[in-house]
């Protein structure tokens, strides 16, 4: 990832959380004829562990591809939006201006564990579950389906274990700016009726605050 130093995220906590937030991850390893490999999925990340923890479908060959290559990178994207030219005061003073995209990036790099064992690949469902229901106001947990539909269910997954070794973080929140640029871009995205922009105006903020 290209990473200028202006927009480098080094703290662990920071990391740890924009990867909490992420509601989807991009897992990607070498794949054959020079084109990666690339699965979308939930991960779970143990930060005491120091990995990330998910599953795919058995029918995925991916899984199998992880096996050889050894290694992946688990992709988390944050708040991202368009940032207008237009919401600087300094085009006013000499137009020397263009428009940009901000946004926050966390890259996991390490070695892939595959699970199959029948144990293992319970809990780490019950820990997936159990960490996304815990919003629900009647949280539902794998032990509410019955056991021999949940055993068959196991057999059509495989486990993946990410041992995190190389933790890479970009917030590239308009840093690069005058603080007056900043704030304008702030307040424009503040104003849009998109929650994503919001997002990326509160993440502004939040950045040049120094959190």
Do not use: C
């Amino acid at each position: 990832m290209y990473n200028p130093a202006a927009f480098r995220e080094d703290r662990p906590e920071i990391l740890h959380g924009l990867i909490r937030q992420a509601r989807l991850a991009l897992l990607i390893s070498n794949g054959a004829g020079g084109v990666p490999d690339i699965t979308h999925l939930p991960l779970t990340l143990d930060e005491a562990g120091g990995m990330l923890i998910g599953h795919v479908a058995r029918a995925n060959p991916h899984w199998q591809a992880l096996r050889a290559a050894g290694r992946a990178i688990a992709v988390f994207r944050g708040a991202e939006a368009y940032v207008s030219p237009n919401w600087y005061p300094s085009k006013a003073e000499h137009h020397k201006v263009v428009p940009t995209w901000n946004y926050e990036a966390v890259h996991a790099e390490g070695p892939v564990e595959i699970i199959e064992d029948r144990d293992r690949l319970h809990a780490i469902v019950t820990q997936l579950t159990t960490e996304k229901e815990a919003s629900q106001p009647s949280p539902w947990a794998v032990a509410d389906a019955p056991e021999a539909f949940v055993a068959g269910q196991l057999k059509g997954i495989v486990g993946l274990v990410l041992r995190i070794e190389v933790l890479t973080g970009k917030r590239k929140m308009s840093q690069n700016r005058a603080p007056a640029d900043r704030d304008g871009a702030a307040a424009g995205l503040a104003g849009s009726a998109d929650p994503r922009d919001r997002a990326a105006a509160a993440a502004i903020r939040q950045v040049a605050g120094g959190d």
